[in-house]
């Protein structure tokens, strides 16, 4: 079994690096004050052994830059967080000639990702995912991740969006302790109705560790033989009174050891989430290339 290597955390890796990721461009608040801290820390991943690094769009979509009152800018800052992935890449050739690696185009829930009841009627979401996976595929992404995916209809739209540019569509969601989607829906349901618009992959993603070989057992039993890869990347922290805490928070070690248990239940691809930094990927790169 080929097994890749998604990078870890953007936005608290950018918080942790002392960046101002508030709301509502959270992570995408870089692209306009820092953009050579993202470009570092792609270039950690990639060190790190990342096999892909994620661009930093998950909040470059219409309706958060709206917000910013930044509308007329997705265009253009989508195409600086892939670009800005694509120089890392180069950056990293240059001391590494024969490392290859591929860039995923983010594209996340229009509104919070923890609060599916806030998710928007279906010619809004259309039209939000459509114009972000264009921009993706026009900055030249290698392929199109939809996560953090809390309720079936906003997947099934986002996925058809990713699809419609041709680009291989990779497509993750976030669960519940049941291990259904945040909206309720059973993650079988979810899933079958994502498998219609054939994506290569389908993952579980923002979940603690210590749920996180359980989903990704159900995702499997939710495919129900399908031929699509599985995939997990899960949080090292946790949510405190509404904040992000990496207090207690799982070390690189320890999430390595947990990943292969991921492995054992099927997923071949694996990363990390909100926490996870350059060292967990590190280590979970170790144990992969050593067993």
């Given at each position: 079994?080929?097994?890749?290597?998604?990078?870890?955390?953007?936005?608290?890796?950018?918080?942790?690096?002392?960046?101002?990721?508030?709301?509502?461009?959270?992570?995408?608040?870089?692209?306009?004050?820092?953009?050579?801290?993202?470009?570092?820390?792609?270039?950690?991943?990639?060190?790190?052994?990342?096999?892909?690094?994620?661009?930093?769009?998950?909040?470059?979509?219409?309706?958060?830059?709206?917000?910013?009152?930044?509308?007329?800018?997705?265009?253009?800052?989508?195409?600086?967080?892939?670009?800005?992935?694509?120089?890392?890449?180069?950056?990293?050739?240059?001391?590494?000639?024969?490392?290859?690696?591929?860039?995923?185009?983010?594209?996340?829930?229009?509104?919070?990702?923890?609060?599916?009841?806030?998710?928007?009627?279906?010619?809004?979401?259309?039209?939000?995912?459509?114009?972000?996976?264009?921009?993706?595929?026009?900055?030249?992404?290698?392929?199109?991740?939809?996560?953090?995916?809390?309720?079936?209809?906003?997947?099934?739209?986002?996925?058809?969006?990713?699809?419609?540019?041709?680009?291989?569509?990779?497509?993750?969601?976030?669960?519940?302790?049941?291990?259904?989607?945040?909206?309720?829906?059973?993650?079988?349901e979810a899933a079958r109705a994502v498998l219609s618009v054939?994506?290569?992959?389908?993952?579980?993603?923002?979940?603690?560790?210590?749920?996180?070989?359980?989903?990704?057992?159900?995702?499997?039993?939710?495919?129900?033989?399908?031929?699509?890869?599985?995939?997990?990347?899960?949080?090292?922290?946790?949510?405190?009174?509404?904040e992000w805490s990496m207090a207690h928070g799982v070390t690189?070690?320890?999430?390595?050891?947990?990943?292969?248990?991921?492995?054992?239940?099927?997923?071949?691809?694996?990363?990390?989430?909100?926490?996870?930094?350059?060292?967990?990927?590190?280590?979970?790169?170790?144990?992969?290339?050593?067993?």
């Amino acid at each position: 079994m080929t097994i890749q290597i998604l990078d870890g955390a953007m936005g608290t890796e950018l918080a942790r690096r002392g960046v101002d990721t508030g709301l509502p461009l959270w992570s995408a608040n870089a692209l306009l004050t820092t953009p050579d801290v993202v470009k570092q820390i792609h270039v950690d991943y990639l060190r790190a052994g990342a096999h892909i690094i994620t661009a930093n769009t998950f909040r470059t979509n219409p309706r958060a830059l709206a917000r910013a009152g930044l509308a007329d800018r997705a265009r253009a800052l989508t195409w600086l967080a892939v670009d800005l992935a694509r120089q890392a890449i180069r950056d990293f050739r240059a001391t590494q000639p024969a490392a290859r690696a591929l860039i995923a185009g983010s594209v996340a829930p229009v509104e919070d990702c923890y609060s599916p009841w806030l998710v928007p009627g279906d010619t809004e979401l259309e039209a939000e995912h459509g114009e972000l996976a264009r921009n993706l595929a026009e900055a030249g992404c290698d392929l199109i991740l939809v996560e953090t995916m809390n309720t079936l209809r906003e997947a099934v739209i986002a996925a058809r969006a990713a699809a419609a540019t041709g680009l291989p569509v990779w497509v993750s969601f976030t669960l519940n302790a049941r291990n259904d989607l945040l909206s309720g829906e059973s993650l079988r349901e979810a899933a079958r109705a994502v498998l219609s618009v054939k994506p290569e992959a389908l993952l579980v993603n923002c979940v603690p560790v210590a749920q996180a070989a359980g989903a990704v057992v159900a995702l499997r039993a939710a495919t129900d033989g399908a031929r699509v890869r599985l995939g997990m990347y899960a949080n090292a922290g946790h949510i405190d009174e509404g904040e992000w805490s990496m207090a207690h928070g799982v070390t690189p070690e320890a999430y390595a050891e947990a990943a292969t248990e991921w492995l054992a239940a099927g997923a071949s691809i694996i990363g990390g989430c909100c926490g996870t930094s350059p060292e967990h990927i590190a280590r979970l790169a170790n144990r992969i290339a050593h067993g």
